[in-house]
């Protein structure tokens, strides 16, 4: 199964993509992980990406395409793949399109995650992320230990980009060059709402009731 999890910043994407790759046994891809990895070392892209994940702005299409052009051609991905954060905007959908076309695969179904800015302000605010890609929530979601990951043991940090201005950004930024995929994927009727107000166990419940058809 080829999925890609759309929906704006603090969604639950990454929580929710991270069941679904156990579950499904598919690589998690996240754009976000790989880029925050290139910033920690220290890489070329890192250094390029940082001034604009700092700002909550998005970092240009071309290094986004080249990665995920690379991401995608590893033998991991041949049997599946589970897309958290790639693409958002019209021309990485389209390098997206023409990379699996070229490599005779095609995407099966984009799960669009929906929740009000409300509550993704909420969930972004009192997000804490740890190293190894979980991410936590101070009162939805905390791990067992206040400010440990309960899957490596590392120490659990606040994103730059989950202070609040970044937050404001990020969600304007959504609204002008993400939100039109949800156009874009409906037109190829691949396009899944999913309700993202309900909690962690049920959002995934109704994810598995939309994947089971693509077994
Ligand atoms: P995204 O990857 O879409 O930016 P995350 O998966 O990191 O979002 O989730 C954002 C924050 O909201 C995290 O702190 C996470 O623990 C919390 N969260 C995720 N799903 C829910 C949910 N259904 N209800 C409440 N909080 C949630
Ligand atoms: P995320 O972890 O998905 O919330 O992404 C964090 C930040 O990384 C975003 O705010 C962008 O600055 C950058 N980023 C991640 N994925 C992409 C992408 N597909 N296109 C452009 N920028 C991205």
New binding site residues.
Partial sequence: MNIILLGP?GAG??TQAKKISENYSLPHI????M??ENISNNTPLGLR?KS??SR??????EL?ITI?KDRLSRSDCSRGFLL??????IP?ADALQMILTESGRKLDVVLNIDVDDEELIKRLSGRRMCACGTSYHVIFNPPEKEGICDTCNGKLYQRE?DKADAIRN?LV?YKKQTQPLITYYMKKNILRRIDGSKDISAIFEDIKTVLENYD
Avoid: F, H, N
């Fill in positions: 910043p994407k990454g996240s754009t976000g992980d880029l925050r990406a604009y994940m909550g702005e998005l970092v240009p299409d986004l995920i958290d954060g790639y693409p958002r905007t990485q980009d990020r930024v």
